[in-house]
Structures are given as C-alpha cells and as structure tokens.
C-alpha cells in the first residue's frame, strides 16, 4: 500500500491532515518526516511492535535502540536525570539543530518518560546506560513531533546499506510500502546527516561525523568567559583570576579541574600588548585575597577571542565600543561586569584606589559567578 503524503508546504492543509500521521503513529505505524539533514522513519516508542516494524523496514538485525527525537530542547529533560555540563551545555548551543547526542542515563527507570513507559518500552530507547537524542531544526518536524505525545524514536528513511535520503522521492524508493503517512517539506537544508557525538562525563567524542564540524563541536562543548580592560594588567587580570576562584568554589573543584569541565575563564585589553605582567597593585590586591596572579601574561583582545567567549566582561562602556566595533555581531554576550557603573581604571593611582577597585571587582565578579551558573545549568 503506498504511503498517504502530507504537503507541509501548504500550512492549512498540513494541520489538517497532521492529526491522521500523528494518530498512526500512536497506534503503532511508521511515518516518514523531514528534518533538516534527511528524511527520517519514525515510530512509537511506547509500542514494542511499532519498533519491531522499524528494524524491519530499516532491514537492521541488530537490537541497539533507535536515536529518540524530541520536539523542543526542554523535552531532553523526560529522558535523563542528570546530564553532565558538557551534555547541558551542547544541548543548549547546538538544539535545535544537526546534532545528536549519545548521553549517559545509568537510571532509565528513574527517568519522567519512565512512568509512561513500561521496561520493554525503555529498551527500546536505552542501552548499556545511553541513550540517543535529537532535536531537528524543523518546523515541520517539531509540529510532528510535539503533537505525537508520545516518545518517538527514528532512523533515516533507507534502507540498512542505502544513502540516507534528501528528499521524500528517495526515501520512499526504500521503504515503499512499508510506511503509512510520509511528510514531504521538499529537498532537506544540509546534504549531511546530523554529528553523533558521544558524551561521557565532561569527555565527548564524536562517533560519526556530519554537519556539525569538530571544531564547532569544541567551541560548543566549552563556556568560555572574557574580562576586558584596556592594558590586560589591572583590572581585568583581577576580575579573571577572581571569578576563576569563584566558580571552581561553587563547584566545589579545583581551578585546576575548571578545563576539564570546558570552563574557560581569561581576559584581554584593548590597547594591550603581548606578554605583559600584571601590576603590582594588582598583584597586591590579589594576593591579599589569597591568589597568586604571578602566571598573568597580557594579551590583546582579537577577533577569535571575541568569537570564542559565551560570555564578555567590560570594565567600561570603551571598552564595550571597542569590542562591537571589531564583532558588532557579540553585542548580545557583552556587558559591563558591574551593572551599577564602570570600573574606574586605578593604574598610577594609590594602594587605596587599588583596594576600592579590587573590592569593586570582587563584588561584581561574586554576582556574575552566580549568573553565570544559572545560565550553564540551563538545558
């Protein structure tokens, strides 16, 4: 029997004609949806025989689960207890979008998608402690999926051994007669499929290569934090090495294990030069706080720095102008580090003007940490 076809295209006829996919597939058949990358199958994890139905027409003997698809990046949370930062932080930049993740979930029975889903049901979305997640950036495939209402898993719409498909025609070559309702939104965005990357811990790998680069992967795995001043030898050197301090604190590690973790804190100049050490008020001011400055080495701000940062302190509304005009596009990750006014620059001045600064600094630094972690804990 030859699969009915919704146009997403035309937007009336698609809500209409959404309901009958979204009904079959709860009661267990298969249907072909777009997402950005291919074509993809899905069925109903809460069905067994739905996914029994899917290995079949994939034509795959093996019994590993199929990737879960889910609606909006807030649905992940039905699915794992306790993701790690580095998980949190990828699914947070890089959903919706060509990137699934392969997570650690040792408790799937503890999970909120476990009280609607029975053991049997489960196994057909973890093993061996993982699961598989994906969050299209689709409009169609996101209404499909919202509206299910049920956990979907899904693979590419071919055949074992066969291209992944870019269009429907391709993928209902492989799978004809096989599917009951099929989503045709025209050619997908991407000619790859979406990036696996495997997240264990803080540590990731990327199990198979797509749309998603590597290095893309690196700058989102990590939360990169810039403090700017203009020489790189007061003020944001303190601001660095005390909110480095900080946040290790509130994560009860050592600053040494902040990397590791894709904690990335450093600081910058506008007008500074390479390779310069901190001042000795800085110093001072530092030290009297129980921190040893003495590896500052002063940088100017760049391009790549400014792309890097998730987030960039300024001591002064300069600095900011500075920063917009070599990226005007970061001007929604740079903000004074004191919202109640500039930090006043204490270079030349007076051990007092030192200390005023540094107790400025430190206040700042102590609400933005927690800022900061807020955001980060965010998934």
């Known amino acids: 029997?030859?699969?009915?076809?919704?146009?997403?295209?035309?937007?009336?006829?698609?809500?209409?004609?959404?309901?009958?996919?979204?009904?079959?597939?709860?009661?267990?058949?298969?249907?072909?949806?777009?997402?950005?990358?291919?074509?993809?199958?899905?069925?109903?994890?809460?069905?067994?025989?739905?996914?029994?139905?899917?290995?079949?027409?994939?034509?795959?003997?093996?019994?590993?689960?199929?990737?879960?698809?889910?609606?909006?990046?807030?649905?992940?949370?039905?699915?794992?207890?306790?993701?790690?930062?580095?998980?949190?932080?990828?699914?947070?930049?890089?959903?919706?979008?060509?990137?699934?993740?392969?997570?650690?979930?040792?408790?799937?029975?503890?999970?909120?998608?476990?009280?609607?889903?029975?053991?049997?049901?489960?196994?057909?979305?973890?093993?061996?402690?993982?699961?598989?997640?994906?969050?299209?950036?689709?409009?169609?495939?996101?209404?499909?999926?919202?509206?299910?209402?049920?956990?979907?898993?899904?693979?590419?719409?071919?055949?074992?051994?066969?291209?992944?498909?870019?269009?429907?025609?391709?993928?209902?070559?492989?799978?004809?007669?096989?599917?009951?309702?099929?989503?045709?939104?025209?050619?997908?965005?991407?000619s790859a499929a979406s990036t696996i990357v495997e997240v264990r811990g803080n540590g990731w790998r990327i199990l198979r290569a797509g749309a998603v680069d590597e290095r893309v992967v690196q700058r989102m795995a990590r939360s990169e934090i810039l403090f700017v001043c203009t020489g790189n030898s007061c003020r944001s050197p303190m601001a660095e090495y005390l909110f480095r301090r900080a946040l290790a604190e509130r994560l009860e590690c050592r600053e040494d294990e902040l990397a590791a973790a894709g904690y990335v804190v450093s600081s910058a100049g506008t007008m500074s030069l390479r390779g310069g050490v901190a001042s000795p008020g800085a110093m001072e001011e530092l030290a009297r706080r129980g921190v040893d400055g003495g590896g500052h080495r002063s940088q100017p701000v760049t391009v790549e720095l400014i792309h890097r940062a998730e987030r960039i302190y300024v001591m002064s509304p300069e600095h900011r102008a500075a920063i917009l005009e070599l990226v005007p596009a970061a001007a929604g990750r740079v903000w004074l580090l004191d919202e109640t006014g500039p930090v006043a620059d204490p270079m030349g001045g007076s051990a007092d003007q030192y200390r005023r600064c540094a107790e400025q600094i430190e206040r700042a630094v102590t609400a933005r940490v927690e800022e900061f972690l807020d955001e980060d804990r965010d998934w």
């Not at 049920?150 to 429907?168: E, I, T, W």
Request: with cysteine; glycine share 6%; net charge positive.
């Open 1 to 190: 029997m030859s699969a009915q076809i919704i146009n997403a295209s035309d937007i009336n006829a698609y809500a209409s004609a959404l309901g009958d996919a979204v009904q079959a597939l709860r009661a267990g058949r298969l249907v072909v949806f777009p997402t950005e990358t291919v074509y993809g199958v899905a069925a109903s994890a809460a069905r067994p025989d739905a996914v029994a139905r899917l290995r079949t027409a994939k034509g795959r003997a093996d019994y590993q689960p199929f990737t879960v698809h889910i609606g909006q990046r807030r649905h992940a949370r039905r699915f794992l207890t306790d993701p790690s930062p580095v998980a949190r932080r990828l699914m947070r930049k890089g959903w919706p979008g060509p990137l699934t993740l392969v997570c650690e979930e040792p408790a799937p029975e503890r999970t909120e998608i476990a009280t609607l889903c029975d053991s049997a049901q489960l196994a057909g979305m973890y093993h061996e402690g993982l699961v598989g997640l994906r969050c299209p950036d689709h409009a169609a495939a996101a209404r499909f999926l919202n509206e299910a209402e049920v956990p979907v898993v899904a693979s590419s719409a071919n055949r074992q051994g066969q291209p992944a498909p870019l269009d429907l025609q391709q993928a209902l070559r492989d799978l004809h007669g096989l599917v009951d309702y099929a989503i045709d939104a025209g050619p997908t965005r991407h």
